[in-house]
């Protein structure tokens, strides 16, 4: 019989992987870089459990591998070889709804940062200087355009109701979401945009959404606009963003992703005071690898039952 692989390239704790052993004890447990270490053949590798770049897509060479499943650890998929896995029939799911409290309490930090002074006290604080300002910015009774209403999106609808926003929610097929006020389909948004007093844009990458926020969307947005992006960098253009902070559509931007990662030494963005940069760390979470656990083992439970995967099964066609 041909030995039977799962690669942990996910970090488990000692308790997962005993969970894995009485799971699965027909297949061999490989934690990390030992399977170079001990030699295992990439042919027995049939399920793995997270992704690291290179390594990994070696498994999809022709005549090399009898993978049938990838867990993903992100969100997003826009990353990986979704042509390579697609044509080798390799399930894939991804970690959709590990990072939605990480991420929507960045996105009000964000906002609280600047709407409250925060951002600029900070500053002023390294040089000593007490600057007190006579203008302020309160979320209650704002409107916030939630582009994206998947579990991110719902945890940010949620907090939003918490200080008593209106919440307009934007996805491809207006289907009602929790916490949302109004839903509109996404052709819609750039005529109802002018609402929103803050954008939030957490879309993924797909062909569908590269650029998405561009001088078309940013022109309709109502003067003094706030701007957050926890979605993916290439969903917005750059240089249209900069533009609309020119021309005072946007007051702010709170940007955790961008078009090229890390962002250049020589961004423009770096210098400017309506300009909030933090290094992709909005989906950093505290219980990420319980959440993420959790997720495999229903996962892999109903795999091994030759059932459909149950959570966050990607199609394809869709890249989500």
Not at 59 to 83: I, M, P, R, T, Y
Not at 143 to 165: C, H, P, Q, Y
Not at 188 to 205: G, M, T
Not at 250 to 279: K, N, Y
Request: charged residues 25%; proline residues 2%.
């Amino acid at each position: 019989m041909t030995e039977k692989s799962i690669w942990l390239i996910q970090e488990t704790t000692k308790e997962q992987l005993q969970t894995l052993k009485d799971l699965a004890p027909e297949y061999k447990l490989i934690n990390g870089w030992e399977i170079d270490e001990k030699n295992v053949p990439l042919k027995s590798v049939e399920i793995i459990y997270g992704w690291t770049g290179q390594r990994s897509e070696e498994l999809l060479s022709e005549g090399k591998h009898n993978l049938k499943w990838v867990q993903g650890k992100a969100a997003g998929v826009d990353f990986l070889e979704l042509e390579k896995l697609k044509e080798n029939k390799v399930l894939l799911t991804n970690g959709s709804g590990i990072h939605s409290i990480s991420i929507a309490e960045s996105v009000f930090g964000m906002l609280l940062a600047y709407a409250r002074g925060i951002q600029k006290a900070v500053k002023d604080q390294q040089t000593n200087k007490w600057e007190q300002v006579d203008k302020l910015m309160e979320l209650h009774g704002k409107t916030i355009m939630i582009v994206g209403t998947g579990k991110i999106g719902v945890e940010v609808g949620r907090l939003a109701k918490a200080f008593n926003m209106k919440t307009i929610g934007v996805n491809r097929s207006g289907r009602e979401v929790a916490y949302m006020d109004l839903l509109i389909k996404q052709p819609r948004l750039i005529e109802q945009v002018k609402q929103a007093d803050i954008v939030v844009n957490i879309l993924p990458l797909t062909d569908q959404t590269h650029h998405f926020f561009n001088q078309e969307i940013f022109s309709q947005m109502k003067n003094g606009t706030l701007f957050i992006n926890v979605g993916r960098g290439q969903t917005v253009k750059t240089d249209d963003l900069i533009e609309a902070l020119d021309g005072g559509k946007l007051a702010f931007a709170g940007l955790d992703v961008f078009e090229t990662e890390p962002l250049s030494e020589i961004s423009a963005l770096w210098t400017r005071e309506d300009v909030l940069i933090t290094p992709h760390i909005a989906g950093i979470a505290e219980h990420f690898k319980k959440r993420l656990f959790a997720i495999f083992e229903e996962n892999l439970k109903a795999y091994l039952a030759g059932e459909t995967l149950p959570v966050n099964l990607i199609d394809y066609e869709k890249q989500y």
